[in-house]
């Protein structure tokens, strides 16, 4: 599909939470001149997993694999919940709307649900409000990170997005108390998720945690 991709945004940016509350459904927002609009939030989609970019090549299949074994361990699997992979262009332009921050980055998540507080459970009352929100995989900004630290792309992408999820989620890092439970968080999603796949993947470090949520 090109031209026009519609996805559901609700936005938490300068404490304005832009919702319309009266008819509980989203408030959809355009980015000019992208390929991202809007979306209609009755579609239910479970996940959606889009890939916006032909910079580097994807293993499509493996990303949705891992992330719906993540989302069993999250427990959020009856959520809908957005990741769309973009390249350095569209992942800036985003970051300069959104937290005017004219440069690439490698996440950006942008939360449904206004205050969660972390390690609470959702609480939800309209088949709209089953919805976590929306990660934004800035691809190319990550492969060009794992060159420097010869790190494997598609383990890499798992494990930021797990640190999105736990965004999503209500978790930040933005004092050292918070990383430290965001820490906790993901060091155990990930030693679930090795536990059920074999693998040997470690949550970020303050080093590499670009995370902004929105």
Known sequence: MTGLFYIYICVYYRNVYVQSVSSRVNTYIRLTHSSIDRVDSSLGMGLVLRNL???????????????????HI???????????????????????????????????AFPFHEDLRPGKMLCVLHRDEYNLGDIFLGVECVMQQCRDSSQDLHETLTVVTAHGICHLLGYRHET????????QKESYILSEFNRLTGRRLQPLTKRHTHTHTL
Do not use: H, S
């Open 74 to 108: 999250f427990g959020v699997q009856r959520f809908d919940m957005g990741i769309i992979c973009v390249d350095n262009r569209r992942i800036q332009r985003i970051n300069r709307v959104y937290r005017r921050q004219d440069r690439p980055t490698d996440v950006l």
């Open 176 to 183: 050292e108390e918070d990383w430290n439970e965001m820490q």
């Open 53 to 71: 970019q032909t910079v580097v090549p994807l293993r499509r299949a493996r990303m949705r694999k891992d992330v719906e074994i993540l989302r």
